[in-house]
Nanobody, 126 residues
Framework: QVQLVGSGGGLVQAGGSRRLSCAAS????????MGWFRQAPGKEREFVAA????????YYADSVKGRFTISRDNAKNTVYLQMNSQKPEDAAVYYC???????????????????WGQGTQVTVSS
């Protein structure tokens, strides 16, 4: 069993920056591909970013490419999402997720992830 605890959400002004963190329990964090998703009120959960287990590959939704950066520190069992140049449409509950499969394909699909964090709210004021 893996527990994911997301943090770092809050209020940010449009154009500002914020960093989300997701701490994972367990000793096999370095084996997991990690992803970030978000869900705004009345909308479906959408892919934001993902990183392969070894950090060699990262993937981004077109809407955040060039503004958001995913990173991980396997020594700290933590994955991060650095959000820059934030826009009002970035406001959502952000979820981190862990994928325990071998390989790192299909990381934009929520159904490949086994474990999910509780979500952290990001509000962007215009």
């Amino acid at each position: 069993q893996v527990q994911l605890v997301g943090s770092g959400g809050g209020l940010v002004q449009a154009g500002g920056s914020r960093r989300l963190s997701c701490a994972a329990s367990g000793r096999t964090f370095s084996n997991y591909n990690m992803g970030w998703f978000r869900q705004a009120p009345g909308k479906e959960r959408e892919f934001v970013a993902a990183m392969s287990w070894n950090g060699a590959s990262s993937y981004y939704a077109d809407s955040v490419k060039g503004r958001f950066t995913i990173s991980r520190d396997n020594a700290k069992n933590t994955v991060y999402l650095q959000m820059n140049s934030q826009k009002p449409e970035d406001a959502a509950v952000y979820y981190c997720a862990a994928d325990c499969r071998n390989g790192a394909n299909g990381l934009a699909r929520p159904y490949v992830y086994t474990y999910w964090g509780q979500g952290t709210q990001v509000t962007v004021s215009s």
